[in-house]
């Protein structure tokens, strides 16, 4: 059983933690908390063990929130810890998770160079094998590069152009904006979208352009990609159809925009309305020669989910065929 812990129980550390528990081959070893709130709770109620940094266990003992231990003896008892903590404070924890010799996963919100290597499962699972420092690349780049790896396995890409329509908070934020306005972010082109999807592929020539949007539920990128040859339609519904993680929605089952998507993942059932899969417009992939274009939505809260347990399994030397297939069937993504 490969030991992890989540550090940082957030927007992403708690849906990670609860995808550890699902995992035959992982054991959580527990979570940090900051603050005894209604989360903590919560966590606790779901047989979680909480660990919290020294300052924080008189208001832990206070509130009556059992704590197994600080930071530091969560880091100790784990093989592997999955920083999820804001962006920028998971490179402050490195130094901790060294000098442990502890191996860690870390979010888009961290710089690439925290880690050997910027991770997403269908591009370059095989470039984290055994690597100490892995760094999950961000929710929209998540999305473009499985959506980009998946069609470029129909031919040489010349090109992509991408404009990226994010979503302006977390449904939990609500000290976030804009409620009123649509937001050039960054106003500069290119967005840094481009850079974070080339420190994966390296060589790709991608151009990205951002705009925030007051919506709290998805991000939905335009994608245009040229290819060195003429493209069919076809070829990519096929392919899409094919690759778990990309599911497709058309107008035939009425849908088209995010509010329609979120309300089937509720009418399933699914926790949190999460969906781990890219959501790809059926009626929007068009073709023009070698040119391609195509909408689809990302679901912020739940996509990195499933890249960051092929992580952990990358780190331990896990072939990316088993990891996939385990977090696959374990997370519920479609075949
Ligand atoms: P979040 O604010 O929801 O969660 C962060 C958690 O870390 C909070 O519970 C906070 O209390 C805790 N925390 C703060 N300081 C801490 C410390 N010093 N020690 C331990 N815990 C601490 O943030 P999030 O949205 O889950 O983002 C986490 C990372 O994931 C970031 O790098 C972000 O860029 C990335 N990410 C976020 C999203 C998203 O849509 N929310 C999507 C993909 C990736």
Do not use: W
């Given at each position: 059983?490969?030991?992890?812990?989540?550090?940082?129980?957030?927007?992403?550390?708690?849906?990670?933690?609860?995808?550890?528990?699902?995992?035959?081959?992982?054991?959580?070893?527990?979570?940090?908390?900051?603050?005894?709130?209604?989360?903590?709770?919560?966590?606790?109620?779901?047989?979680?063990?909480?660990?919290?940094?020294?300052?924080?266990?008189?208001?832990?003992?206070?509130?009556?929130?059992?704590?197994?231990?600080?930071?530091?003896?969560?880091?100790?008892?784990?093989?592997?810890?999955?920083?999820?903590?804001?962006?920028?404070?998971?490179?402050?924890?490195?130094?901790?998770?060294?000098?442990?010799?502890?191996?860690?996963?870390?979010?888009?919100?961290?710089?690439?160079?925290?880690?050997?290597?910027?991770?997403?499962?269908?591009?370059?699972?095989?470039?984290?094998?055994?690597?100490?420092?892995?760094?999950?690349?961000?929710?929209?780049?998540?999305?473009?590069?499985?959506?980009?790896?998946?069609?470029?396995?129909?031919?040489?890409?010349?090109?992509?152009?991408?404009?990226?329509?994010?979503?302006?908070?977390?449904?939990?934020?609500?000290?976030?904006?804009?409620?009123?306005?649509?937001?050039?972010?960054?106003?500069?082109?290119?967005?840094?979208?481009?850079?974070?999807?080339?420190?994966?592929?390296?060589?790709?020539?991608?151009?990205?352009?951002?705009?925030?949007?007051?919506?709290?539920?998805?991000?939905?990128?335009?994608?245009?990609?040229?290819?060195?040859?003429?493209?069919?339609?076809?070829?990519?519904?096929?392919?899409?159809?094919?690759?778990?993680?990309?599911?497709?929605?058309?107008?035939?089952?009425?849908?088209?925009?995010?509010?329609?998507?979120?309300?089937?993942?509720?009418?399933?059932?699914?926790?949190r309305n999460d969906i781990r899969e890219v959501v790809v417009f059926e009626d929007s992939i068009y073709t023009k020669g070698s040119e391609v274009f195509l909408t689809y939505a990302v679901h912020q809260e739940s996509i990195v989910v499933p890249e960051n347990i092929d992580a952990i399994r990358a780190i331990n030397g896990i072939s990316a065929d088993e990891s996939?297939?385990?977090?696959?069937?374990?997370?519920?993504?479609?075949?």
């Amino acid at each position: 059983m490969i030991r992890v812990s989540v550090n940082g129980y957030g927007t992403i550390g708690k849906r990670v933690a609860e995808a550890i528990m699902l995992q035959p081959d992982m054991e959580l070893v527990g979570v940090s908390k900051t603050s005894p709130n209604m989360e903590a709770l919560v966590a606790q109620s779901k047989g979680i063990k909480i660990f919290s940094p020294d300052e924080s266990s008189k208001k832990f003992e206070e509130s009556g929130i059992k704590i197994s231990g600080n930071i530091e003896d969560m880091i100790k008892y784990s093989d592997i810890i999955v920083d999820a903590t804001p962006n920028g404070v998971g490179a402050q924890y490195k130094t901790l998770y060294e000098k442990y010799e502890k191996r860690a996963i870390f979010q888009g919100g961290e710089k690439p160079n925290v880690a050997d290597v910027s991770f997403s499962a269908l591009c370059n699972y095989d470039e984290a094998l055994n690597k100490k420092y892995v760094r999950v690349v961000s929710c929209n780049t998540t999305a473009l590069l499985r959506t980009i790896c998946t069609l470029s396995k129909l031919g040489k890409i010349d090109k992509v152009r991408a404009t990226i329509v994010r979503r302006a908070a977390d449904p939990k934020e609500f000290k976030k904006g804009p409620i009123n306005a649509l937001v050039l972010d960054p106003a500069t082109i290119p967005s840094h979208h481009a850079k974070d999807v080339n420190s994966v592929l390296k060589d790709l020539d991608i151009i990205t352009s951002a705009i925030i949007a007051p919506t709290t539920l998805m991000h939905v990128h335009l994608l245009n990609v040229t290819f060195k040859q003429q493209i069919d339609k076809e070829d990519i519904v096929s392919i899409f159809l094919n690759t778990p993680r990309i599911v497709m929605v058309s107008s035939r089952s009425k849908i088209s925009s995010t509010a329609e998507i979120i309300e089937v993942a509720r009418d399933l059932g699914k926790m949190r309305n999460d969906i781990r899969e890219v959501v790809v417009f059926e009626d929007s992939i068009y073709t023009k020669g070698s040119e391609v274009f195509l909408t689809y939505a990302v679901h912020q809260e739940s996509i990195v989910v499933p890249e960051n347990i092929d992580a952990i399994r990358a780190i331990n030397g896990i072939s990316a065929d088993e990891s996939i297939k385990i977090t696959n069937t374990s997370q519920g993504i479609s075949g």
